[in-house]
């Protein structure tokens, strides 16, 4: 054989502690929600854009916690399942992830409502994720609304360059491939600036490299963003507008 399959699979995200890099812009969350034991009024909000690592830290915490995830639009679906909503609060320590998208479905924020005054009637810890603040989700409920806020936030914001090359440099570590050091800030000037984005562009150049037996470099990503930005109808000009004189 002259060259090898190489399969277009999703990356699957690591949610091991030792993969959360802590920068400044997640460095307040990341403490806010270490100390759960302390959480005003049991509970807390943490926020941030997709990709900025809701979904890791809340796995850390549920770890942590011995806690129960569980995503927002399956809330209708475990009030319609009788007894579900108490034997979850019962646990104690409960993640609702996505909640804020649950605005507007009547069942499903009648059933955050219950699971909220269960889990902090028992003196447990209840977490909840979303891109805004909870006083921002236009719930109609009034006594969920009111809750939601007086809930304590904890904002993750979009990565900063330092946590996108770190988790680049990381990325192609795990994956076994060597890249020229210049290529992780000329990466970092081009790309979507979320981390599921530098997980998602990691494994597109090694898949690519493999199939075509040759090594990441500049030239190959600089083809790849191409090929992403014509296919989003972005064009060219991000790719254009850092030139590098450098081979």
């Keep these: 054989?002259?060259?090898?399959?190489?399969?277009?699979?999703?990356?699957?995200?690591?949610?091991?502690?030792?993969?959360?890099?802590?920068?400044?812009?997640?460095?307040?969350?990341?403490?806010?929600?270490?100390?759960?034991?302390?959480?005003?009024g049991g509970k807390l909000a943490l926020i941030g854009p997709a990709g900025s690592g809701k979904t890791h830290l809340a796995a850390l915490w549920a770890s942590e916690a011995e806690a129960r995830i569980l995503a927002g639009a399956d809330l209708a679906g475990l009030a319609a399942a009788g007894t579900a909503l108490a034997d979850l609060a019962a646990v104690g320590r409960v993640a609702v992830e996505d909640a804020g998208a649950i605005a507007g479905d009547h069942g499903a924020e009648r059933a955050l409502l219950h699971l909220h005054n269960l889990v902090?009637?028992?003196?447990?810890?209840?977490?909840?994720?979303?891109?805004?603040?909870p006083a921002r989700w236009e719930v109609q409920l009034p006594d969920l609304a009111s809750r939601l806020a007086a809930t304590p936030t904890a904002a993750l914001e979009r990565p900063d360059d330092a946590l996108l090359s770190a988790v680049l440099v990381k990325l192609f570590a795990d994956c076994q491939l060597a890249v020229p050091p210049a290529l992780i800030p000329w990466l970092v000037a081009r790309?979507?600036?979320?981390?599921?984005?530098a997980r998602r562009l990691v494994a597109r150049l090694d898949a690519r490299a493999l199939a075509e037996g040759r090594p990441v470099t500049r030239t190959l990503a600089a083809a790849l963003l191409a090929e992403e930005a014509a296919t989003s109808g972005?064009?060219?000009?991000?790719?254009?507008?850092?030139?590098?004189?450098?081979?």
């Design 1 to 40: 054989m002259t060259g090898q399959l190489a399969f277009d699979l999703a990356a699957v995200p690591s949610l091991r502690r030792e993969d959360f890099l802590v920068a400044p812009s997640n460095a307040l969350a990341f403490r806010a929600v270490g100390d759960w034991r302390s959480w005003p």
């Design 120 to 133: 902090l009637a028992g003196g447990g810890r209840l977490l909840l994720t979303g891109d805004q603040p």
């Design 191 to 197: 790309m979507e600036r979320s981390l599921a984005a």
């Design 234 to 247: 972005a064009g060219t000009a991000a790719l254009d507008s850092h030139p590098d004189p450098t081979p």
